[in-house]
């Protein structure tokens, strides 16, 4: 526990990749087999299950510490993350313990999932009385399901990779599936991960996917890439990336955050493939003759029983733009253009709604297709893809194997007025960084005839360290009302919001709901009167 907290500690404290590079590899070097399995883990992007309920170690710490309740919610306002504040109030531990993060996690937290208050009572202080401020800040976000770590998986792989003398693109091949969390990490699971390569390793078993090959965003002008002839153009859509994988008589969906979710779609889970078959692409709500919006694939999501009436109205499909597997080879090492034809035979057996081909994009010259990636909009989707016709299907995103570009269409924009602030996490815990942007309703029916601000967006990303700096300083000057960690103000500033999609929404107060909002620019050239209204909103949908 001691060992991950302090590399838990050394991540989050830098930005340079070097270091965070050489803290992984000090850290695999080190640590025991099993602890340093669950560790790969949680680096790769798996979650843990909350085991404790927020409100009971929110009132645990407070009588371990001997406070009053205002003065934690003080600290909790000032620092603005829970397992902080709890590691910041609690007094120095009583002894020191040497248990191992994997007996932390199996023996002592996942017992606590389910216990009565009492006993959590009792194991937490008894957990405290040997744990340092680092340890503890770790131990309350593996026990609260919140626990976050700056660091790519593409960087754990690299460093795994040098630790054991592997090929990182072989570690990545064989971390598909880690973060599942129907397997449990092992010391047995760690080893193989680390082994040298074997000859028989050119296949993989059962449901396992490959890893996924991703687009770099195309910044420059297209001419730049060369003869448009040389690139395959498809239209990016936007659903969830999934492999779909036949194997052993069974058939596997994966998606690509490395979840299993063939339940969720049966009727993708029940086209028929010829075995060692494995296709990459977008699931996608499809009625008609186009995609449906984001938002009606959403209400599928996370969905454990579905009725036969929403399968009905909301039929997904799996709109594939890749081969990867064919017959039980690994088919990654051919050209584009290859796998091309390879996907376009298997979808023409299979002969179901549920499998489309992903549809080429004919043009005979940039100029030409960049007009039709402006009808981009009117056809449900987010822009074009280029694959170079010579690529391979690399790991991850990289260009030794050939490039991937996803050109998208400009996003929404519209100039909104910011109304709430909330402190950030970690370093950006002193600094309001978290925003609530409102646009005007004009409303002609309103009684009193005045214009009021309609929040429909949080935003936290798109601004440099400067200018967060500079809205910190309005929150603060501008302030009406505290509401917990959350501050109202007073309108004086507008800022520019990008959004990729927009649908209406019951559940928000404006009546829509945007897809990936984020800051694209502070407009100090406008007033608050100038922000744009609700209809504007509207006009979009």
Not at 327 to 352: C, F, M, P
Not at 393 to 420: C, F
Not at 500 to 523: D, T
């Amino acid at each position: 526990m001691r060992e991950f907290a302090s590399l838990y500690a050394e991540l989050d404290e830098t930005t340079a990749t070097s270091r965070k590079l050489q803290a992984l590899k000090n850290y695999f070097v080190a640590a025991e087999p099993e602890n340093a399995a669950w560790a790969v883990y949680f680096l790769a992007g798996g979650k843990p299950r909350q085991a404790v309920p927020t409100k009971l170690l929110r009132q645990f710490s407070i009588e371990y510490a001997g406070i009053d309740d205002w003065l934690f919610d003080e600290c909790y306002h000032a620092v603005g993350d829970l397992a902080e504040t709890i590691a910041l109030i609690l007094p120095p531990p009583k002894r020191r313990s040497d248990v191992g993060l994997a007996q932390w996690l199996q023996e002592r937290i996942a017992p606590l999932r389910g216990a009565s208050p009492d006993d959590i009572r009792a194991a937490m202080f008894s957990y405290w009385d040997e744990l340092d401020a680092r340890e503890r800040f770790l131990l309350v976000k593996l026990i609260g399901g919140g626990f976050r770590v700056g660091v790519s998986r593409l960087l754990v792989t690299r460093a795994l990779g040098e630790v054991a003398g592997v090929d990182s693109k072989l570690i990545a091949q064989r971390l598909m599936g880690w973060t599942d969390g129907r397997a449990r990490p092992s010391a047995e699971r760690l080893v193989q991960l680390m082994a040298p390569q074997s000859d028989a390793e050119h296949r993989l078993e059962g449901g396992q996917p490959y890893p996924f090959f991703l687009a770099h965003a195309l910044q420059a002008p297209p001419e730049s890439l060369g003869p448009v002839g040389h690139w395959q153009a498809e239209w990016k859509y936007d659903g969830i990336r999934a492999q779909l994988i036949r194997r052993d008589g069974q058939t596997w969906l994966w998606s690509r955050g490395e979840d299993l979710i063939t339940e969720r779609f049966p009727e993708i889970a029940s086209i028929r493939l010829p075995e060692g078959t494995v296709l990459d692409g977008e699931i996608l709500i499809w009625t008609g003759d186009a995609p449906s919006p984001f938002a009606a694939l959403q209400q599928r999501i996370g969905r454990k029983s579905l009725s036969p009436k929403m399968l009905k109205e909301l039929p997904a499909v799996l709109v594939v733009y890749d081969v990867l597997e064919v017959n039980g080879i690994d088919v990654r090492a051919t050209w584009q253009a290859e796998r091309r034809k390879l996907l376009e035979d298997i979808v023409e057996h299979a002969d179901t709604p549920a499998l489309k081909l992903s549809p080429l994009v004919k043009a005979d010259s940039w100029e030409a297709l960049a007009a039709l990636r402006e009808t981009s909009r009117s056809r449900s989707v987010e822009g074009l893809m280029l694959k170079a016709a010579e690529s391979r299907y690399g790991v991850g995103r990289t260009k030794d194997s050939g490039t991937w570009w996803k050109w998208k269409i400009d996003p929404y924009a519209v100039d909104a007025v910011l109304i709430y602030a909330q402190a950030g996490s970690g370093r950006r815990a002193s600094l309001y960084t978290d925003y609530t942007f409102a646009v005007w309703d004009d409303d002609p029916d309103a009684a009193d005839g005045a214009r009021r601000l309609v929040p429909f967006a949080k935003a936290y990303s798109g601004l440099t360290d400067a200018e967060i700096a500079k809205v910190d300083a309005a929150v603060r000057r501008t302030t009406v009302e505290k509401f917990g960690p959350v501050r109202s103000v007073t309108p004086t500033m507008v800022f520019e919001i990008g959004f990729e999609g927009i649908a209406l929404s019951p559940r928000h107060k404006a009546g829509i709901a945007v897809r990936f909002p984020r800051i694209l620019r502070i407009r100090n050239d406008k007033k608050i009167e100038e922000a744009d209204t609700l209809a504007t909103l509207r006009g979009m949908l």
